[in-house]
């Protein structure tokens, strides 16, 4: 390691529900060596939806990764709520994944021998539990999933798999949710439905959501964005538009 | 594209997937590894055999014996010791060496027998001088005279009986004693091939052994310059018509044909074992090729649509295979070796002692490896190959458009071959046309048609069957539970294909076992029933027991009925039946044998006792008159006195005074049996007959319950050999199922990650695998036991009802089988799970 650990960090702001400080990811030695995250300090506001945007090889989707417990970083540190992911093993890390964070991918994020209904239970089911069934109850009518519980995977159209997505996300109801390009493969009216749940799921039940996209438009529906260009922070907007975000990247050379 | 660039294409797929190349290398060349050992190992004992008789015979131009009338395995008739002056007048002869070899026993100082490990006890006559047989002086001089003798130097320093000593021995004529004059050995060896001999001047042996006058042959050594054949025929035109003579390359032939005879039945037994391992890695091959297939889909189309032809395709498929083949092929053939040194290993640790050398690799060997080895990649790889060809180029842009479902057509053709093959099975077992060839085509082909029409069958009902046996463990350990169970049903023919490598060998074992049960079940019901006798007899040294054995039996007062049986073969119009020959009074005593019609205990000489098969089909009855002709010649006429059911001694019984009229062979009893008179406790009966046995430690004297047990063991034994023998398909299953999985997680590498992603952590991702496989292999475990015990069965009812007469079954071995299902489950999943849990999440959601 090149960089010398960071000293211990004081426990994270309390407002704060996930979070990086002065994470470094190097990939390759020497000649070939990449700075995918270039000592990144950043934290994400409780019970809101925000947006990390940036082109292709800038470093925003090792940044969720890292921020999600599934990568681990050279060097600096990321947090969940009041944990410091570095701190983890394996077996604490599944855990965290399980009971503090939801996952939304862009593709491929059903298990296809389950149904609809098992699926979105999954995580509790990993840990033995039943889950709040209120909740999931309401979540599953928020959704509009209701006729489709019993459903595998195969037998739901690509919007609706990313539903049962998002709903198995909100169900356990996690500290934080990360979606990494969650609308990519879908349809742009398809892709602003689940964009609205996700901002519902905010707005309404103050739900903490990260979200990695290359798609103004889909940055438009979140809280902040922030912009990420060759492994550092390269700016950060509230209530972003599409114009807005637009302008920005423009700005910025993209 | 040209033939280079398929082949080119083929090297490099072969290099890119080097696990999936590997596991099926593997499971060619244990197949291959086994036939040639078995091969290999065959060949060297007849090698080593065939050297030895060589070495044996080496001095002996020509050999005097006796005539046989017909083939068979009884003792030639002896010949007249005068012959010896006749052959010796003869031009041209410069030894005739009478030889003689009947039963001696030492006995020590203490009373007891002398017995090396197991060998053989043999008296024999010797001149004296190192002759044409071999025997050399060690110490001393040789014997002469009735009360001296030779022994050889093994026991000797064994027994510390040094020359001057006074020995004490047992023949067929009682006990002798003599001055040891000589210790001997054969060559340069100190022992005579494991057995301890007593050697006597002619004269001495021909009185003490009991002879008669007579030896078993003489040994011929021609004189230098003479012709052989000139001799021959002199000595043929001086000879009787029931003597004969041989040359010396004929002796060494026909004794190593004896010994080579059991060669090739146990080579032949070793190869059925060698076959189905092949058979089974057939499967495990085909599997393998079926799914890597389905895994370059998008590479195979994206050829097509490069311009590949679907030939092309295909023979880049086959490439694949036959480089493969004939790698894993030369692999097999050293493999062989090894496999034939493991083999020798572990018949000798049970006590075969075979030669420790193994090393003739004939060419037939080599040729029978490659058509095996690169013969069943082949086959295995014809329908994968043919499926790949027909892959449309889109299917490059569009995966889902991958393969046409074959459901129907595969169930049609599972069926029918099913069907096929069961009906040549039950033919070649009931109907058995054609003899062994006719069984082998039948009954074997059959068998390998029903296992293949199964196995292709089985789908079908993989997964409503998996389901069930997934249902437990899906309760018991939820989400890891449930998803193996949703795994194993989510692709039935993927299940049912690496199930079946492992229920063909469960299956073998299953049927093995209803076979052994049936046949301990009738053989015990027959002891039962049948035999009425407390004591058994038999024979440990594979000579046969002397008659002085059942003589000191029937002096004991204890017992009340005693008699040994002796056999004979006899030809009854032109058919060679085996006699078996009792003293009928005491014979009646002691076993039923179920009589229909007439007497057995007034048997009188010239009588016979028929069982009702051999008189129903010469229409014999009570009366009748049957002449027959035994191997020395001589002929009588035997009158039907009784006809019985239970064939446990055979078909055909006569008195002791009928065989000794008609033989002057050296008796030997196979077994003798005896019963306690009534008013003897059983605990002084064991007593007086054990004292009285102790002498002839090749006797093994069993009560009626212990004869039982020992016969109940072997049974098992059988089985157990059976079950170690299918072991190496068994392995090569289990290896097969983990092949399958690891490909299955290699698939799922996505699913896997998300799983991982949201929650589950490695001990439950192993665990999913884990009970995946013991689902998979329960399912295999399952349907091998149900054909198997159909087949075991089948078997069953097929062999004669003096064999098995009642059909049993063992649910303890079911049970074992079934938990072994489980472990091989077990064993199976654990490179897999490791695979699975190991996965790095990041790269795993990242796989395409």
Redesign the interface.
Same mark, same amino acid.
């Given at each position: 390691m090149n960089t010398p650990a960071p000293p211990s960090p004081p426990s994270p702001p309390k407002v704060a529900a996930a979070g990086a400080v002065d994470a470094t990811k190097i990939y390759g030695v020497g000649d070939a060596q990449v700075r995918a995250l270039d000592g990144v300090t950043v934290a994400f506001e409780q019970g809101k939806f925000t947006a990390i945007m940036g082109p292709s090889g800038s470093g925003k989707s090792t940044l969720l990764?890292a921020l999600?417990g =599934? &990568?681990t970083l050279t060097s600096g540190d990321t947090y969940i709520g009041e944990t410091y992911l570095s701190t983890l093993d &394996?077996?604490q890390l599944? +855990?965290l $994944? $399980?009971?503090k964070v939801g996952?939304i *991918?862009q593709a *491929?994020?059903?298990?296809?021998?389950?149904t609809a209904e +098992?699926n979105i239970r999954?995580?509790m089911? =990993?840990?033995?539990e039943s889950g709040d069934a209120e909740w999931i109850d309401t979540v599953v009518t928020t959704v509009g999933l209701r006729e489709r519980l019993s459903h595998r995977p195969s037998e739901l159209s690509g919007g609706q798999q990313q539903r049962v997505a998002v709903a $198995?996300a909100l169900a356990s109801q996690p500290q934080i949710i990360f979606a990494d390009e969650p609308t990519g493969n879908l349809d742009s009216t398809t892709g602003a439905e689940i964009l609205d749940f996700m901002r519902r799921a905010v707005r309404e039940y103050g739900q903490t959501i990260v979200m990695v996209t290359h798609d103004p438009g889909a940055a438009s529906y979140s809280d902040r964005v922030v912009f990420v260009g060759d492994g550092k922070i390269t700016g950060d907007m509230d209530e972003p538009t599409a114009d807005g975000v637009l302008d920005h990247l423009k700005q910025h050379g993209v | 594209m040209s033939t280079s660039s398929t082949a080119l294409l083929a090297r490099r797929s072969i290099r890119a997937r080097l696990g999936r190349t590997i596991a099926i290398a593997v499971a060619i060349t244990a197949g291959v590894s086994f036939v040639v050992g078995s091969f290999v190992l065959a060949d060297s004992l007849r090698d080593v055999f065939t050297d030895l008789f060589d070495e044996l015979s080496e001095d002996v131009d020509l050999q005097v014996r006796s005539v046989q009338e017909f083939d068979t395995n009884d003792a030639r008739e002896p010949i007249e010791v005068t012959l010896v002056d006749e052959v010796r007048a003869i031009d041209g002869v410069e030894v005739a060496e009478p030889t003689l070899t009947r039963y001696a026993q030492l006995i020590n100082d203490e009373g007891e027998a002398v017995s090396p490990a197991g060998g053989p006890t043999l008296g024999v006559s010797w001149e004296g001088d190192a002759g044409i047989q071999g025997v050399t002086i060690r110490e001393g001089v040789p014997p002469e005279g009735p009360d001296e003798v030779a022994i050889d130097k093994a026991t000797a320093d064994r027994e510390r009986i040094s020359i001057g000593d006074e020995v004490t021995y047992l023949t067929d004529t009682g006990q002798h004693t003599g001055t040891v004059t000589a210790t001997i050995g054969l060559g340069d060896t100190d022992s005579f091939g494991g057995a301890a001999l007593v050697a006597l001047d002619l004269d001495t042996a021909l009185d003490k052994f009991g002879a008669d006058g007579k030896v078993d042959t003489i040994d011929i050594k021609v004189a230098d310059g003479a012709d052989v054949a000139a001799v021959e025929a002199e000595l043929e035109s001086v000879l009787t018509n029931t003597v004969e003579v041989i040359t010396g390359e004929q002796v060494a032939e026909e004794s190593a044909e004896g010994v080579n005879e059991f060669v090739d039945l146990f080579g032949n037994g070793l190869l059925i074992f060698a076959f189905i391992t092949t058979f089974v890695s057939g499967f495990i091959i085909n599997n393998v090729f079926q799914i890597t297939i389905g895994q370059r889909l998008r590479e195979l189309a994206l050829m097509r649509a490069v311009g590949a032809s679907g030939r092309q395709v295909r023979r880049m498929i086959v490439g694949e295979a036959l480089i493969l083949g004939i790698v894993a092929t030369i692999l097999g053939v050293f493999g062989g070796l090894a496999v034939a040194r493991l083999l020798i290993t572990a018949f000798n640790a049970a006590g075969a002692g075979f030669p420790s050398s193994a090393t003739v690799i004939q060419p037939r060997t080599v040729i029978i490896a490659f058509l095996v080895g690169v013969g069943i990649t082949m086959l295995s790889v014809l329908v994968p190959s043919r499926r790949a060809a027909r892959i449309p180029p889109v299917a490059a842009m569009r995966p889902e458009l991958g393969f046409g479902a074959l459901g129907r057509r595969r169930l049609i053709g599972g069926v029918v071959v099913t069907i096929v093959g069961l009906v040549m099975f039950l033919v070649g077992m009931f109907a058995q046309p054609g003899g062994t060839q006719g069984l082998i085509f039948f009954a074997g082909g059959g068998g390998l048609l029903l296992f293949v029409g199964v196995a292709s069958v089985s789908s079908t009902i993989a997964r409503p069957v998996t389901r069930a046996i997934g249902w437990p463990i899906d309760k018991l350990f939820k989400v890891p539970g449930a998803l193996a169970r949703e795994n194993v049903a989510r692709a039935p023919r993927r299940t049912s294909s690496s199930a079946a490598a492992l229920m063909i060998g469960v299956s073998l074992v299953s049927a093995a076992a209803v076979f052994a049960s049936s046949l301990r079940t009738t053989f015990v019901d027959t002891l039962e029933n049948a035999i009425t006798a407390d004591y058994i007899v038999t024979d440990d040294s594979f000579q046969g027991l002397s008659p002085v054995v059942a003589e000191t039996l029937a002096e004991v007062p204890e017992l009340s009925a005693v008699t040994p049986v002796r056999g004979i073969s006899g030809q009854v119009e032109g058919d060679t039946k085996s006699f078996g020959a009792v003293d009928a009074i005491a014979f009646e005593e002691l076993v039923d044998p179920d009589l229909q019609e007439g007497t057995i205990g007034g048997l009188s000489e010239n009588g016979v006792l028929v069982h009702t098969d051999p008189a129903g089909d010469l229409d014999l009855e009570i009366g009748s008159e049957v002449e027959v002709l035994y191997q020395n010649g001589e002929t009588s006429t035997l009158t039907v006195e009784g006809i019985y059911g239970d064939a446990t001694f055979g078909n055909w019984l006569i008195s002791l005074d009928t065989l000794e009229a008609v033989s002057d062979a050296p008796a030997r009893d196979f077994f003798i049996i005896g019963k306690l008179a009534d008013e003897v406790d059983a605990e002084t009966g064991d007593a007086a007959v054990a004292a009285a046995i102790e002498e002839f430690p090749q006797a093994n004297l069993q009560t009626n319950a212990e004869f039982r047990e020992s016969q109940e063991a072997q049974i098992n034994q059988l089985l157990v050999i059976i079950s170690l023998l299918l072991a190496f398909a068994i392995v090569i299953a289990v290896l097969g199922i983990s092949i399958t999985l690891a490909l299955g997680v290699f698939e799922r590498t996505r699913e896997i990650g998300l799983l991982r992603a949201v929650g589950m952590n490695r001990r439950q991702t192993r665990r999913s695998i884990r009970w995946e496989a013991v689902i998979v292999s329960t399912f295999g475990a399952i349907i091998g036991i149900v054909l198997g015990t159909f087949l075991g069965v089948v078997l069953s009812l097929a062999v004669p009802d003096d064999i098995i007469s009642k059909l049993a079954f063992n649910p303890t071995i079911t049970v074992i089988i079934l938990i072994g299902g489980v472990v091989a489950g077990l064993l199976a999943a654990l490179y897999p799970s490791f695979k699975a849990s190991n996965m790095d999440v990041l790269d795993a959601i990242a796989t395409e």
């Open positions: 990764h999600a =599934l &990568d &394996d077996k599944t +855990e $994944r $399980r009971t996952f *991918f *491929f994020n059903l298990i296809p021998t389950l +098992e999954l995580p089911m =990993l840990g033995g $198995r | -």
